[in-house]
């Protein structure tokens, strides 16, 4: 929805507030299902485990028919814009890298994947030589490596390239 | 006097020279967290939680961890004034009324007497609020001595209701965001009856959701998003600050007892009931405005409109761990995240903490008094170090944040999953802001979940399932009343205006 909108110029909030609103409905609905499906009622030994949850979810959901309804009775010439294309560009930027930044740390362990990342992001945003982005990504990792796994040794997930170097 | 007896204890434990070197160690760390954007107080003392882990082990440790993260909240506090004066760009919520009056001060070349008054007046609120924190918590915390499980619901009942009565955003959707909260908190096993709720067979479920994770996700992920929309281009006045310019604005400042005073207490009472810095901040800056006999110059660079929302503010900040600490029940999000690390450490918040955790309490409240001090020092003498952490271009400091909230999110519980769910919080976070849906009750929710549902449970077992315990007694009573009351403020304020404007 919100990447469609971005490629014709701005997203009105309107759009976007119906939309959040509608998900929470779910969300509410999701969780009186749940709730209905543990019992919402009295046990002998008390209250059962859907009961509280169970209020949960209603209040959730009239709380967003409101929100959903006052959303609604926005006037399209009176719309916000919730983001423009450009704005959404540069949040997509930092948050892109980041997704796959987060999948890397599985394959490679945090460091090595964080060292990539801050260069990828100093290189490709801030245009930063070579030479400059080695030493911050490195220099930053080197102080968490010490931080972490020296000082108050709380591992950190590791890749094949510190098996190779016998930090494990 | 008990209290002043347990305190002199207290700053025998907090003067040690280990707890003394945290205390600067957190409050530096705090300011450089209040000044980066996307680092806050809440998500940064959250990402440090996990390393209090094997501290809090050792004899004595709790108290080390709690200063330790403590002073990074004052730090943190202190550090929003720096970026809203020098450059319009409020570090922290509750430092947005601070740059109404502190950023025309600053291009006027008046950087360093704003920078003092803010610090000055910082210290003030907070010295303020502790000395209110070290003589009511004891009373608050005996008087709850008695609370049985309906008081305790009341107490978190007027909690969630001041929420919906006294934020600015909509009701609606401070009760969605209330409720999300309290229905995350709830995924997992049931408590009472083992049961697993919510989870829809995922196994990674099973432990339910973390607070620590939404705060880091909400608070960190969230802010760099909004932060990089703005496209930020950094232009920041000089921080020049010297001796000179401390004693010049040090000796203006008593002219400013009054409004001092008056944001003090509007602050100290924001922050104990939740209401929170940052509408204690704008508050004050409007109550100063109001009484103010140059109220017409406000917003051109006004000592005293720095004075009063940092005041307020630092106020706030501080006496919110009053009901933290009493009732087990936070007045501001970063109050929320240390009693999460309270429940980590094994220790119970609420009013049986000062019976029987005495060193720990007192030891807590004496390094407030010092911490405010090392932040004070910190502050004034290191601004033009922190001021240049805010030069340094966002394509260096954006990733290393985002790789900071992986770290701390990761060691949460050394789980990988759970840096996916906190990439979900950030976008979460994002949306909550662009939508005007408040971020603080959803995490109070997520961490006084498990404990309000509890709470309701055992009163509802004692009644038989009788909502009538909550009015059984005068107590109970008038604070279901109090809060009722507040959950109807919107539709009560809306009828007044109604029949104001016929």
Redesign the interface.
């Known amino acids: 929805m919100e990447k469609g909108g971005a490629r014709h110029g701005a997203i009105g ?1 309107k759009g ?2 119906l939309v ?2 509608a998900l ?1 409905f779910a ?2 609905a ?2 009186i299902f ?2 209905r499906r ?1 019992g919402t009622g ?1 046990a002998d ?9 169970f209020y ?2 209603l ?2 959901c009239v ?2 028919l ?2 959903f309804f ?1 959303a609604l009775t926005i006037r399209p010439e009176r719309d916000k814009v ?2 423009d294309s450009a ?2 560009k ?2 997509l ?3 892109v ?3 796959v ?2 999948g890397l ?2 394959l490679l362990g ?1 460091y090595v994947s ?1 060292m990539l ?2 260069g ?3 290189r490709w ?2 245009k ?1 030589s070579w030479l400059k982005l080695g030493m ?1 990504s490195v220099g ?2 080197g102080v ?1 490596f010490f931080v ?1 796994e020296m000082w ?6 590791k890749g094949p390239l510190e098996a190779a170097l016998g930090l494990n | 006097m008990e209290e002043i007896r347990s305190l002199i204890e207290g700053f025998g434990v907090a003067l040690s020279l280990k707890n003394v070197g945290l205390m600067f160690v957190g409050v530096i760390l705090g300011v450089v967290i209040g000044v980066l954007p996307g680092l806050g107080g809440a998500n940064g003392v959250a990402i440090l939680l ?2 209090t882990f ?1 501290m809090a082990q050792s004899p004595g440790g709790t108290t080390s961890a709690i200063i330790l993260l403590s002073c990074i909240y004052w730090g943190a506090l202190f550090g929003g004034a720096i970026t809203s004066i020098l450059f319009n760009i409020p570090g922290e919520p509750w430092s947005v009324a601070t740059t109404f009056d502190g950023y025309p001060l600053a291009q006027q070349g008046r950087a360093g007497a704003a920078l003092t008054a803010a610090f000055t007046s910082s210290f003030v609120g907070a010295f303020i609020a502790t000395v209110v924190i070290t003589f009511l918590s004891p009373i608050v915390a005996g008087f709850a001595l008695q609370f049985g499980p309906p008081e305790f619901f009341s107490v978190y009942l007027l909690t969630f209701c001041a929420f919906v009565g006294m934020s600015k955003e ?1 009701p ?2 401070t ?2 965001a209330m ?2 909260g ?2 995350l908190a ?1 995924v997992g096993t ?1 408590p ?2 083992g ?1 697993l ?2 989870t ?1 067979g995922s196994v990674e479920l099973l432990s339910g959701f973390d607070f620590l994770i939404a705060v880091i996700g909400l608070f960190g ?1 969230g802010e ?2 909004l932060t ?4 930020l281009a950094f232009k920041g006045a000089d921080a020049k600050i010297n001796m000179k310019v401390v004693m010049q604005t040090w000796k203006e400042l008593p002219r400013y007892w009054a409004t001092s005073m008056r944001s003090s207490i509007v602050g100290c009472f924001m922050g104990i009931v939740p209401g929170g810095a940052t509408p204690a901040s704008f508050m004050a800056y409007g109550g100063a405005q109001r009484f103010s006999k140059d109220g017409a110059k406000f917003g051109t660079g006004k000592i005293e409109g720095v004075v009063a929302p940092e005041t307020a503010a630092h106020a706030a900040g501080t006496s919110a761990l009053l009901p933290m600490l009493t009732l087990g029940v936070p007045g501001s999000p970063t109050a929320a995240v240390l009693l999460g690390g309270l429940l980590i450490w094994g220790l119970q918040p609420g009013p049986m903490l000062f019976v029987e955790q005495k060193e720990f309490v007192w030891g807590l409240i004496a390094s407030i008094y010092l911490g405010n001090i090392a932040g004070l020092i910190v502050v004034l003498t290191c601004v033009p170090l922190f001021a240049a952490i805010l030069r340094i ?4 400091i ?3 944040i ?2 900071v909230c ?2 701390g999110a ?2 949460v519980k ?1 789980n ?1 999953f759970d ?2 769910m906190m ?1 979900m919080f ?2 979460l976070g ?2 909550f802001k ?2 005007n849906y408040p971020l603080a009750p959803l995490v109070l929710a997520i961490v006084l979940g498990d404990r309000a ?1 509890a709470s ?2 055992q009163a ?2 004692v009644s038989e ?1 009788q909502m009538s315990i909550f009015f059984s007694n005068g107590l109970v009573g008038s604070i279901t009343g109090l809060a009722l009351f507040l959950l109807a403020w919107p539709v009560i304020s809306m009828l007044i205006a109604k029949a104001k404007g016929k």
């Open positions: 909030t976007v507030e959040v609103a929470f969300l509410g999701l969780v749940d709730s543990l009295w030994d008390g209250p059962q485990a859907g009961y509280f949850p949960l979810g209040i959730i709380s967003s409101v929100t006052k919730f983001v704005q959404f540069l949040v930027a930092v948050f890298p980041t997704v930044y987060v740390i599985g945090i964080s990342f801050i990828f992001f100093m945003q801030g930063y911050v930053v990792m968490f972490f108050f040794k709380v591992p950190l997930p | 996990p390393l094997s909509p609606a959707k009760l969605t409720m999300t309290f229905a709830a049931d009472v009856t049961t709720r919510l829809f992920i760099i998003l990089m929309e703005e496209g271009p966002f394509a260096v954006a990733p290393v985002m790789v992986a770290i990761y060691t050394t990988m840096v996916w990439l950030g976008v994002y949306v662009k939508l549902e309701f449970r509802m077992l399932g």
